[in-house]
């Protein structure tokens, strides 16, 4: 009877550990307060992508991310010292000069590029100058679209328009 006893308390520890396990899978969010999407995994060793820390329902993304240089630049995107994350996935933008400008418009120095939702992922914008690239707000909250502007260009969802 004790050794039944013992080895359901400790079936009913182990049960336990593995519940405790399975539901703490994130650790720390990396920087709360820009995006609630990035996380430490509970040893601090990996940093995880899951949307809205919901990764019961959304599933998570280990990166390959380098947890001691990176940092949050928005709710989608993240950087360490060699690579761009958007949405957990590595691209092509330069780390050194990547930035999410105030109008929340991803661009490194070569390339701006606009989130396209499906397939998860940046597309640079062909014909875009990062330097004088900018949102129209006006036509934005009016249309529902994404409409910008650079030094010589109008761009309609990332696409430039032939306009004058």
């Given at each position: 009877?004790?050794?039944?006893?013992?080895l359901?308390?400790?079936l009913v520890?182990?049960?336990?550990?593995?519940l405790?396990?399975?539901?703490?899978?994130?650790?720390?969010?990396?920087n709360e307060g820009?995006?609630?999407?990035?996380?430490?995994?509970?040893k601090?060793?990996?940093?995880?992508?899951?949307?809205?820390?919901?990764?019961?329902?959304?599933?998570?993304h280990?990166?390959d991310?380098?947890?001691?240089s990176?940092?949050?630049?928005?709710?989608?995107a993240?950087?360490?010292?060699?690579?761009v994350?958007?949405?957990?996935?590595k691209?092509?933008?330069?780390?050194a000069?990547?930035?999410?400008?105030?109008?929340r418009?991803p661009k490194?120095?070569?390339?701006?590029?606009?989130?396209?939702d499906?397939?998860d992922?940046?597309?640079?914008?062909?014909?875009a100058?990062?330097?004088?690239?900018q949102?129209?707000?006006?036509l934005?909250?009016?249309?529902?679209h994404h409409?910008?502007v650079?030094?010589?260009?109008?761009?309609l969802d990332?696409?430039?328009v032939?306009?004058?």
């Amino acid at each position: 009877m004790k050794i039944a006893l013992a080895l359901l308390g400790i079936l009913v520890l182990v049960s336990i550990f593995l519940l405790v396990r399975f539901f703490t899978r994130l650790g720390k969010p990396v920087n709360e307060g820009l995006s609630h999407s990035y996380y430490y995994d509970r040893k601090g060793e990996k940093v995880i992508y899951s949307p809205m820390g919901n990764w019961f329902e959304l599933g998570y993304h280990e990166t390959d991310a380098d947890p001691t240089s990176f940092v949050v630049l928005s709710t989608y995107a993240g950087k360490d010292s060699k690579t761009v994350y958007w949405k957990g996935k590595k691209t092509q933008a330069d780390p050194a000069s990547f930035i999410i400008d105030s109008n929340r418009i991803p661009k490194d120095k070569l390339h701006v590029y606009f989130p396209w939702d499906y397939p998860d992922s940046l597309y640079v914008i062909e014909g875009a100058d990062p330097a004088t690239y900018q949102s129209l707000p006006i036509l934005n909250e009016r249309y529902w679209h994404h409409w910008d502007v650079d030094a010589t260009s109008i761009f309609l969802d990332g696409k430039k328009v032939e306009a004058d």
